[in-house]
């Protein structure tokens, strides 16, 4: 069983809330308080949650969801989006010769494919969504 840790994506400020243990308390309701290291923080309303996954790329940085991986060649070389769906992690190949109505490939995070400590995060979908063809989960 992997570490169960959390960051959190300010969307107003455009930053990561992540520095330290944090404490998340009235998430149902829309409002987030986090204590970081203790310290109570300002009550967040624009907040997104993202979850480790276990798993690190080729370069040692812990997978998130929301990160976007890439793998340059092979069969499943190109552009992926870690998400967490169906009560697990895993990955959308994100594919814009698809185009936004085609299904693009999916593979859980526990298929073997991403063990071969060759997949790199090269952002994520909060501060890069360029990366990315839409938000929409399949």
């Known amino acids: 069983m992997h570490e169960i840790k959390f960051r959190a994506w300010d ?12 404490a998340v308390i009235g998430y149902a309701v829309g409002a987030i308080l986090i204590s970081e290291n203790g310290q109570w923080r300002e009550r967040y309303t624009k907040i997104e949650l993202s979850q480790f996954t276990g798993l690190k790329d080729k370069n040692g940085k812990e997978i998130y969801e929301g990160d976007i991986l890439q793998r340059g060649d092979g069969e499943y070389g190109g552009t992926w989006r870690v998400l967490y769906s169906k009560g697990g992690f895993g990955a959308k190949e994100e594919r814009p010769d698809l185009g936004r109505d085609k299904v693009s490939n999916y593979y859980g995070l526990d298929c073997g494919i991403f063990h071969d400590n060759t997949w ?18 399949n």
């Open 11 to 22: 969307a107003e400020k455009k930053e990561w809330l992540h520095n330290g243990l944090f």
């Open 120 to 137: 790199e995060i090269i952002g994520n979908q909060y501060e890069n969504p360029d990366f990315l063809l839409s938000y929409e989960e």
